[in-house]
């Protein structure tokens, strides 16, 4: 499954790690979010970045303590018609200020692309070859956005109300 | 109306050609069906039983003429000539082609109309009264409200795949008529102490299974914490709706579980820890908003010009005015309701040659504009008295002036077995076999005010919960039986209607309903005692009596 991270396929430096699988000594680990949350000090103590899958239907308030150790979050869609991992993004993204990797893992089709940018994902393990080849292209295809989301893309009211000041300074 | 400007017609356009790849990979195979269902339902294409069927929206019930034109071209070009306005303030093509789609979208984008998340588990198209902007007594016009409400909903990169679909309304009207209680959202406008325009917030109400009139969550939400109100609302329902079993996803059933106090409270301490965010609307949004809404300019004309008291001498044209015209606010004018309910006619139904000829008199007699109700008729606007008799006899010779406006074959109907794989029975031939029972207009006029609703099957499309009189369609051993209920409402009283008796044959519901009206008759106290007034003095216990003392 193809990894798209800043615009492109990249290689994935992380390893997703089944709970009870072994870990590797060292290199970046994605972890369960049990198994993070039975012996977080151990795992942040081993050589190698951690990062956590954490599911869309646990509150996100045993995460926030740790997440300025975290190098990946990991969020889950099990299937593209369920939407929670959209919330829990921006409330991480807005609202505790994370700023390390936001990966969606799941059904993740080249449809959902723009909403999860908006939602603040910057890494996809993108289902389909083809959707991922896509990516750039996709990202292209709107240049409106009604919502004001943490990504800092302007809203077409504001772009309204600017341009009405500026006319108005022209004058 | 309001004026799309080079924004909205980008966005638009950008989602008709985000569209037309989505059909594309469909058509490939690129992607499965699975996928595909919920993209297509994105934006407004179901599969039924013999077609897709195309869903369009019609925001808040606005139309100009030149959008009509465009519907009626796409009944033309691309469906049987023909569409059906729903209860939505939405309309419906039923023969539609895939292929054919994203073609057809393209032709609606280039008069600023779309069908985005006309279905599907999202933010739905935003109704409104469809008197909006010309009622008497209206506190402020709530379309500016709806169109913020619209701009903000729209493609919402947080909320576009919730548990299940959800709906907004807003009426600033002391008469509700766009149906607020039974919305997921119901929005009343109105003004706190210090002349401050706001909204008493109501959630939770919706039909279907499990029917429920929403409640009040918060009785005053500044106008300008509107958008972020309703977003901490969604964002709790986004994460703690259920998911597991579709009949219960939606928000009336958390508000339900939670209890309204809980909800209230989980709402409360999202939306201030959301705190003065970007969603706050200054005054200047607000009017940037406002000032694309155009309004026509009203001449000084007298409340009684000699047209109308010439025509007074006609009995049709009198009985059509004081059935379809209601009053407006300025004076001289009128708004005009038009039946889409001819006896022997499918409820909502209108050909591609009444819109376009409608379009005609729109132009011709209100300023361009027309309206949809989510009864299921048309209005225009802003007519002049002076021009009535004119209207009336134009709206006559298409068939547009019935005069059963609010009354009794003034049916509201889902599309039923005809047309729907969900439905277990048929709701229009109901509805045309009890328009033919009531075709005597003087009768209908006699009984008064009465909404009859049908739906199919218990999704409750047809509203049957809140007809004066409800229909459900049911199947019972392979056969149509239809549950009859009394005494709901949708307005500012609602409430559900209550099952008279065991469900009846096919074709003995004709007969039980005029059995129930004509207990009505002998059981109302007066002339002007409605019947769901009828219903609420006595209770349904004298209406079974009657109805199943011979069956």
Redesign the interface.
């Known amino acids: 499954m193809p990894l798209v991270k800043q615009g492109r396929i990249t290689t994935d430096l992380f390893v997703h790690v089944a709970d009870g699988a072994e870990l590797p000594g060292d290199g970046a680990v994605l972890v369960t979010a049990e198994r993070f949350l039975a012996d977080p000090e151990a795992l942040l103590r081993r050589p190698g970045k951690v990062g956590v899958v954490w599911p869309n239907n646990r509150n996100l308030d045993d995460l926030v303590p740790h997440l300025d150790r975290l190098a990946s979050v990991a969020l889950v869609f099990p299937t593209f018609r369920d939407g929670r991992a959209y919330s829990q993004a921006r409330l991480l993204r807005e609202r505790y200020g994370y700023d390390g990797e936001l990966r969606a893992t799941g059904q993740v089709l080249r449809d959902q692309f723009v909403f999860m940018t908006r939602a603040g994902f910057d890494a996809f393990e993108v289902k389909k070859d083809a959707d991922a080849d896509a990516f750039a292209e996709t990202m292209k295809r709107y240049s409106v956005f009604y919502q004001p989301t943490g990504d800092g893309r302007v809203t077409a009211l504001n772009r309204r109300m600017q341009q009405r000041h500026s006319e108005s300074a022209g004058q | 109306m309001y004026a799309y ?1 080079e ?2 017609r ?2 638009i356009n ?1 989602r008709v ?2 569209f037309r790849d ?1 059909v594309k990979r469909r058509l490939s195979g ?1 992607l499965t069906e699975d ?1 595909f269902k ?2 297509r339902l994105q934006n407004g294409v179901y599969l039924q039983l013999h077609a897709y069927m195309f869903r369009v929206a019609i925001p808040y019930g606005t139309l100009s003429t030149k959008q009509l034109r465009r519907l009626a071209h796409v009944a033309r070009r691309y469906d049987r000539g023909y569409g059906h306005f729903t209860t939505r303030q939405n309309i419906q093509f039923n023969w539609i082609k895939l292929a054919e789609l994203p073609d057809a979208l393209a032709d609606l984008a280039e008069v600023g109309i779309h069908a985005m998340q006309t279905s599907g ?1 999202n933010m739905r198209n935003v109704t409104s009264d469809q008197w909006a902007g010309v009622a008497p007594g209206e506190i402020e016009d709530p379309r500016i409200w709806s169109e913020l409400i619209r ?2 909903t ?9 548990p299940r679909k959800f709906k907004i309304a807003i009426t600033a009207s002391e008469h509700d008529r766009a149906a607020i209680k039974i919305h997921d959202i119901g929005l009343r406008l109105h003004k706190n102490a210090d002349g401050e325009t706001g909204f008493e917030v109501l959630v939770g109400g919706g039909l279907g299974r499990t029917p429920f009139i929403a409640k009040t969550i918060k009785p005053f939400v500044h106008g300008r914490d509107v958008l972020s109100y309703i977003e901490a609302i969604l ?1 709790v329902y ?2 703690y709706g259920r ?1 597991d079993n579709i009949y219960k996803a939606r928000i009336k059933i958390l508000v339900h579980e939670l209890g309204i106090e809980k909800f209230a409270k989980e709402v409360e301490e999202e939306w201030k ?1 959301m705190g003065d ?3 706050r609307l200054d005054h ?2 607000i009017e ?2 406002r000032s694309r809404f155009s309004y026509p300019a009203y001449e000084k004309l007298p409340h009684m010009p000699d047209e109308l008291k010439q025509a007074a001498h006609d009995p049709l044209f009198e009985r059509w005015r004081k059935n379809s015209v209601s009053p407006h606010k300025v004076q001289g004018y009128s708004i005009v309701t038009l039946s889409l309910k001819p006896v022997g006619g499918p409820p909502g139904d209108a050909t591609a040659e009444q819109m376009d000829a409608l379009a005609d008199l729109a132009d011709k007699y209100s300023f361009g504009e027309v309206r949809v109700g989510h009864e299921q008729n048309l209005a225009l606007p802003h007519v002049a008295k002076r021009d009535l008799p004119a209207l009336f006899k134009a709206l006559d010779r298409l068939g547009l002036a019935t005069p059963n406006v609010n009354l009794v074959t003034d049916i509201i109907a889902c599309p039923g077995l005809d047309y729907c794989s969900l439905a277990n029975a048929r709701s229009i031939p109901i509805a045309q076999e009890l328009t033919r029972r009531f075709a005597n207009h003087d009768t209908a006029g006699l009984i008064g005010r009465l909404h009859i609703n049908i739906s199919g099957c218990i999704n409750a499309c047809g509203h049957h919960h809140v007809g004066h009189i409800g229909i459900l369609g049911v199947e019972k051993n392979g056969e149509e039986f239809y549950q009859i209920t009394i005494g709901g409402r949708a307005d500012e009283n609602a409430q559900m209607g209550t099952l008279i008796g065991p469900a009846v044959p096919y074709a003995e519901v004709a007969d039980v309903i005029e059995d129930i009206v004509e207990a009505y008759l002998a059981l109302r106290d007066r002339p002007e005692e409605l019947f769901v007034d009828t219903v609420k003095r006595l209770g349904v216990e004298p209406f079974r009596e009657r109805v199943y003392a011979t069956r």
């Open positions: 400007d924004l909205d980008t966005l950008e050609s985000e989505q690129e996928e919920i993209l588990n701009q903000h729209t493609l919402h990169p947080e909320f576009s795949f919730l964002r986004n994460q998911r820890q965010s970007e969603l200047a949004a940037e908003v």
